[in-house]
């Protein structure tokens, strides 16, 4: 495919200043989201105006909007930004073609064979913010990652206008939520006009009535990602707003949501005259995507039996979570009204087109949409290997007269895209020392070589890193005070006292109750030794949003909150508001530890842990979700299985002995030079671990060979579909 050769007449939906000819190139640059991986890109942009380009946070459409033009002049007769300029060109239209990519070498005969990737949220850049957390940001590295690897991959999502939630916490603790409001002219996102002009590319029915549905693309290196818009003026003005907010508004809109994710995001593909030979649903959110297929078939003259097969054939569906509320289900009632008759074109009563999303467990009042994928998937995967195990035993009630280890549900362990999650400096270093072409080896021998990197170069690079992380947060404490939206005694718990001389222990994630944030606060009195020893001191910085409807997450942000507020912790606890991608990327690169307490074994993967590994951040966790493929005794510590406990005490109590046995003194432990050679070890291990075996591109090859490829060319596996 070489769908970045329109790029030229993308236009900026706000023009920029005029650029300078020898710099015209920028525009392109800064609307393809490639940029945000390529280093000579992102260098570039920040060469341009560095106070600028952190103000905008890193978004390079605002940067070229606001530098003033003078500054671009004087660059375009600078040698070093001009040679710099050229690298990054000559890249971006090297991205224009596949030819030389890992898929066309290995996979040659599938060379133009669409891919099709669906999912409610994609985390691709913080200023697009489309997503909550952990499952868009997969879906966002894995495109990244399809891009880079040369799959003809096309995403399709929702352009949710209103975003997810920007989070403010009161004094009290209680967390509010604003609208996180697109901003337009500062997105590189182009409408895609419909027929005769309309500006509706294709028309969904649900609840009685039509819903146009608008198109906007984004492109994300060489892939395209098609998000669908419901605000027209030409709808119902109660169906504008469906697809104005990510995860709000209760069952009703949700169910509306997926709807027209599913069978519009299929008839967009189609107005757009892409066949993909192969469709992955991330999670069943997009399960409707494989009902609309089938009508498709049926509609063209197959069997509703011989429809339902086809789409199998070339389905792949990935399940993210063992938490049973994670899984949508909805009224069978409310389905029915939602489809209002659709079942006609499949051929089919409405109790047949119920029973696809059919749970035993749930019984027949219920659609559960991970019924209803893995129902119309041949290929069904987990994202670890401990999530692979949870998973058949949580299914066995679908395929009763099977073994639940001979279930048909594999695993992909989840990974994360390295150019985008590991530090420039790591990178450089890395360069440096194992030479061209490390970021693309998963050899064994190749990173066995970390081991060896100078321990004062590692030290002094994260000492950097961690210096960068602290002074965005003074700096971010001193933006939101002069502006008022944070009150003088909120300054300290907001992180302005962090020393960057400290072990400092970072904990970043949804606050949902099962990862249990306050879990190091069980036993006050202990924890409050450690952080305010007065030789070797912890600090703990925590960051993350709870999502709005969950009280006990909220109350468990509050409960946290209090304590970054109490005098007893001498300001060595903080709270970070508003976490988010570019948040995320400055903590894990700038803790010394990353923390991670979920109940085993409710945390299918986890991928925070992973980008912290690839910047040399050890990880503490229970042994959960990748943790049970990662741990190795050198990378960090684990809390094992029989330790956790639901009330969480003996996990707790495990957790301080650690802390105070061996990561405590290992940190502190210094040499004549002051450096703490045990801890530096575990760090080389970390780097070791997560570049070798948790990156995204081991897991979007392992997409690629185990499950695109056989879907696409068939396979001799025999076909097993779960009970009807
Ligand atoms: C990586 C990431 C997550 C997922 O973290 P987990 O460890 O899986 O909980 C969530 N939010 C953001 C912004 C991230 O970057």
């Not at 939602?338 to 079942?343: M, R």
Request: charge should be neutral.
């Amino acid at each position: 495919m070489t769908l970045l050769a329109d790029a030229p007449q993308i236009p900026f939906i706000q023009t920029p200043p005029a650029l300078p000819g020898r710099l015209a190139g920028l525009a392109h640059l800064a609307q393809n989201l490639a940029w945000s991986w390529n280093r000579d890109a992102r260098s570039l942009f920040k060469a341009i105006d560095e106070s600028l380009w952190n103000r905008t946070r890193h978004n390079p459409i605002r940067l070229l909007q606001l530098v003033e033009p003078g500054r671009l002049d004087t660059l375009a007769t600078d040698p070093v930004f001009c040679a710099r300029y050229d690298r990054a060109m000559q890249w971006l239209a090297s991205e224009r073609s596949d030819e030389h990519t890992w898929y066309a070498r290995t996979f040659p005969e599938l060379r133009g064979r669409t891919v099709a990737y669906f999912c409610a949220e994609f985390g691709i850049h913080n200023s697009v913010p489309i997503y909550s957390g952990g499952l868009g940001v997969l879906a966002g590295d894995h495109l990244k990652t399809a891009s880079d690897l040369g799959i003809p991959l096309v995403a399709v999502g929702i352009l949710y206008r209103n975003g997810y939630f920007d989070q403010r916490i009161r004094v009290d603790g209680w967390q509010e939520d604003s609208d996180a409001r697109i901003e337009f002219d500062g997105v590189p996102l182009v409408p895609l006009p419909g027929r005769n002009g309309a500006r509706h590319l294709v028309t969904v029915n649900t609840f009685g009535r039509d819903i146009h549905i608008r198109v906007w693309k984004m492109q994300v290196g060489r892939v395209p990602v098609y998000l669908l818009d419901s605000d027209l003026e030409e709808n119902h003005p109660e169906d504008r707003p469906l697809l104005s907010k990510l995860y709000s508004g209760g069952p009703a809109m949700r169910l509306r949501q997926e709807w027209l994710l599913g069978v519009g995001g299929v008839r967009a593909l189609r107005a757009l005259g892409i066949d993909p030979a192969a469709w992955h649903a991330n999670e069943g959110h997009a399960a409707f995507m494989m009902v609309e297929r089938t009508r498709e078939l049926v509609a063209n003259g197959l069997s509703y039996a011989d429809a339902v097969k086809q789409v199998r054939n070339c389905s792949v569906f990935t399940t993210h979570t063992p938490v049973p509320a994670g899984h949508d289900h909805f009224s069978v009632d409310e389905v029915r009204q939602c489809a209002n008759g659709y079942w006609q074109e499949m051929g089919i009563d409405a109790e047949a087109f119920l029973r696809i999303g059919y749970h035993p467990e749930s019984g027949s009042g219920v659609y559960h949409m991970t019924a209803a994928s893995v129902r119309l998937s041949r290929r069904v995967n987990a994202v670890s290997r401990r999530h692979g195990i949870v998973t058949r035993e949580m299914s066995r009630s679908l395929w009763p007269n099977r073994p639940a280890e001979s279930i048909p549900v594999g695993h992909v362990t989840n990974g994360v895209h390295l150019a985008t999650w590991m530090s420039n400096p790591i990178m450089k270093m890395l360069d440096e020392h194992l030479g061209p072409g490390w970021g693309h080896s998963s050899d064994p021998a190749l990173w066995e070589q970390v081991l060896t990197l100078d321990d004062e170069t590692l030290w002094y690079t994260h000492q950097r890193l961690k210096n960068t992380f602290m002074r965005m947060v003074r700096e971010e404490a001193r933006r939101a005070f002069a502006a008022r939206e944070m009150e003088t005694t909120q300054l300290v718990g907001a992180g302005t006292l962090l020393d960057p001389n400290t072990l400092t222990i970072g904990f970043a994630r949804r606050f949902a109750t099962y990862k249990r944030a306050n879990l190091i606060f069980r036993d006050v009195e202990r924890l409050k030794r450690l952080v305010t020893n007065t030789q070797r001191p912890v600090q703990i910085v925590f960051a993350g949003k709870a999502h709005p409807a969950d009280t006990p997450g909220k109350q468990i942000l509050q409960n946290v909150y209090q304590f970054t507020r109490d005098p007893q912790f001498e300001g060595r606890v903080a709270f970070v508001e508003d976490y988010g991608m570019h948040l995320a990327h400055l903590l894990v690169q700038g803790v010394d530890l990353w923390m991670n307490m979920p109940r085993v074994p409710l945390e299918a993967s986890g991928t925070s842990g992973m980008k912290a590994a690839l910047n040399g951040v050890p990880q503490l966790s229970t042994i959960d979700g990748w943790w049970e493929e990662g741990y190795e005794g050198n990378n960090g510590w684990a809390i094992e299985p029989e330790v956790d406990d639901d009330a969480g005490l003996n996990t707790a109590n495990r957790l301080y002995e650690l802390l105070e046995q061996e990561v405590v003194p290992r940190y502190y432990d210094r040499d004549k030079s002051e450096l703490p050679r045990r801890w530096l070890t575990m760090m080389k291990h970390a780097i070791r671990v997560g570049g070798q075996q948790f990156t995204a591109r081991r897991m979007v090859e392992q997409y690629a060979r185990a499950y695109y490829a056989p879907s696409i060319l068939g396979d001799s596996l025999p076909d097993d579909p779960p009970l009807a």
